[in-house]
């Protein structure tokens, strides 16, 4: 890792975030990721549902597991939405962590499953579909798989060993076919089309960059660096009314201060130890609850940043959908999604 960038300028600490306002609150757990069509919203939750958000109301339009839906240990039977984007012909994608790829029609409440998990791709099973990104005609499905080791229930160690075995892969709706775009990540998370769909952006969560992988013109084939050494971990990555892009940080590299990801990359037999002494649970204690949305330029540049530096408002996000002059943040573990006033900050 190269130093964090130091907290100025567009990066400069605010507390914009603080203006959200929480909706449903208890009323849905881990919105991670949200779409909508027209003015009514969907997200997945962690306990395995797909849910309609609409006049105040939550309702379940989908299962794709079954059973107790209580612990992460549940998860795998259970089933855990992700990435969720709305097609071009009134249905929804969405990537289960465990499932595959499933399309929902909402309003009819039917499920097809596109891609199964269990389906090897190259030789290598999935065992952490993340997220997708869907061209215009919906015929197209880009989509990552952060992990061929680790499922998402273990996404701390996933981070901790920093494994290389992340993919990009696109998925053909007409043809069935499933191509590997890009190997050897080091968790593969959000990803996001460019305007022109010429690129794919694919956001390397425990690298804090941001892969840019093109997928038409003449760069087809070819893949750059879109933005890296970003002030945090970035998590989904999502279109900007301005021609760029949102990102949802998990957690931030605070500088000055201590990023013990930062750490703890440098120190592999530290981090063996951590492994066996603590779990999961007390390890997210550790991790900053600092809540970052950075805006970046259509060629990656900071534009602007948000934040809620002790996550007291809007805590462990995960991605930032804009509908109608708001900002939606998702949330991989909070009980509520937040909404945001452009026009406020």
């Keep these: 890792f190269k130093e964090p960038p130091l907290l100025l300028g567009v990066l400069h600490p605010n507390t914009k975030l603080r203006q959200a306002e929480r909706l449903f609150e208890n009323q849905l757990l881990g919105p991670e990721s949200i779409t909508n069509i027209g003015d009514v919203m969907f997200t997945g939750t962690a306990d395995g549902r797909v849910v309609k958000l609409e006049n105040g109301e939550v309702e379940t339009i989908a299962r794709f597991g079954s059973g107790p839906c209580k612990t ?28 595959g790829l499933f399309e929902v029609n909402p309003w009819k409440r039917e499920v097809k499953l596109l891609l199964s998990s269990e389906m090897p791709i190259e030789g290598k099973k999935m065992s952490f579909v993340n997220d997708l990104t869907v061209t215009r005609d919906g015929r197209k499905i880009y989509f990552t798989d952060s992990s061929s080791k680790w499922q998402r229930r273990d996404f701390l160690l996933l981070v901790m060993e920093g494994t290389d075995d992340g993919r ?45 992988v093109y997928v038409s013109g003449l ?85 602007r940043s948000l934040h809620d530096p002790d996550g007291l408002v809007a805590t462990y996000i995960s991605e930032v959908h804009e509908h109608d002059g708001h900002l939606y943040l998702g949330s991989f573990a909070s009980p509520f999604l937040c909404r945001l006033s452009l026009q406020s900050v």
Excluded: H
Aim: proline residues 8%; aromatic residues 10%.
């Design 168 to 212: 990009l892969l696109e998925y053909d709706t007409m043809t069935k076919e499933v191509k590997v775009l890009l190997d050897q990540l080091r968790f593969p998370n959000g990803v996001q089309l460019s305007p022109a769909e010429d690129f794919v952006l694919v956001a390397e969560t425990t690298m804090a960059r941001i892969r840019r």
């Design 72 to 99: 992460p240990d549940d998860e795998p039977a259970c089933g855990r939405p992700l990435g969720i984007r709305a097609g071009p012909n009134g249905t929804l994608f969405v990537a289960d962590a465990y499932k």
């Design 219 to 303: 760069m087809n084939g070819g893949a750059d660096l879109f933005v890296e050494n970003m002030p945090g971990f970035p998590d989904n990555i999502r279109p900007s009314s301005s021609g760029g892009y949102w990102v949802g940080m998990s957690t931030i590299r605070p500088n000055p201060g201590f990023s013990m990801l930062d750490f703890l990359s440098e120190r592999p037999f530290i981090k063996r130890m951590i492994f066996k002494l603590f779990s999961q649970e007390t390890l997210m204690k550790f991790v900053p609850r600092y809540s970052l949305v950075l805006e970046l330029s259509d060629s990656g540049a900071f534009r």
